[in-house]
């Protein structure tokens, strides 16, 4: 079966500009989770939802937002953008949150 | 962000030894996760633990879940070429939707 797909995979963006990027999970997955990936801070939870419903949230800026629409798929934006927000950003599904994660191939966003 | 405690850092070993990593954590954790992540991919899980005590194996890999529920090894026997990437564990409290909590990495290199 397909795997997690994010799009796109490189993104490059301005200081200041927004940004959204899109995830689709394992059908039949309805868990979703957000991290961010960086050399100096390793991989560190963003968000997770379930059934269009926020369920956690990590220790980040109200700049980073997410959303989940009714077929599992997932968004995560980030407003302002900030050179530090340069990292890979990395979806991963679950069927319920609870038994591993299974995670997509990231999306390099670079800020200059 | 809080991370595991996880070593080594990094490991240069010849092909065909035997390699070995662990991670420690001052919480307890319910599920004990093992990730492998290759450059510019996701991490791609290899074992998950689920229970304090058990020993599981995929292949050539054995990961074992701390009876304290606060540490968990990975063991890879007779490593090869693609072997090489960076290992993670990770851990979980099992609620419905927690987050993973990552440890620094391994990075293992294998001299052919």
């Known amino acids: 079966k397909a795997g997690v797909t994010q799009t796109p995979r490189y993104l490059i963006k301005t200081r200041g500009q927004q940004v959204t990027l899109s995830c689709s999970p394992i059908s039949g997955h309805r868990s979703v989770s957000w991290y961010q990936q960086t050399p100096g801070q390793g991989l560190q939870f963003l968000f997770e939802y379930f059934s269009e419903t926020q369920r956690n949230k990590g220790n980040f800026p109200g700049r980073f937002s997410g959303r989940q629409f009714s077929n599992s798929r997932s968004e995560m934006n980030v407003s302002t953008l900030e050179l530090g927000d340069s990292a890979l950003y990395l979806c991963?599904?679950?069927?319920?949150?609870?038994?591993?994660?299974?995670f997509g191939s990231g999306t390099r966003l670079t800020v200059v | 962000g809080q991370q595991l405690n996880q070593s080594p850092q990094s490991m240069f070993i010849q092909e065909g030894e035997d390699v070995s990593m662990n991670c420690t954590s001052s919480?307890?954790?319910?599920?004990w996760l093992w990730y492998k992540q290759d450059p510019g991919e996701g991490p791609v899980l290899l074992i998950a633990l689920y229970k304090a005590g058990e020993l599981t194996s995929n292949g050539r890999l054995t990961a074992q879940f701390g009876i304290t529920r606060k540490d968990s090894f990975l063991n890879i026997s007779a490593s090869i070429p693609s072997d090489v990437g960076i290992y993670f564990c990770?851990?979980?409290?099992?609620?419905?939707?927690?987050?993973?909590?990552f440890g620094g990495g391994t990075r293992l290199m294998v001299k052919p």
């Open positions: 991963a599904s679950s069927l319920d949150g609870t038994y591993g994660y299974t």
């Open positions: 990770a851990g979980q409290l099992g609620n419905a939707g927690n987050m993973l909590t």
């Open positions: 919480s307890i954790f319910n599920t």
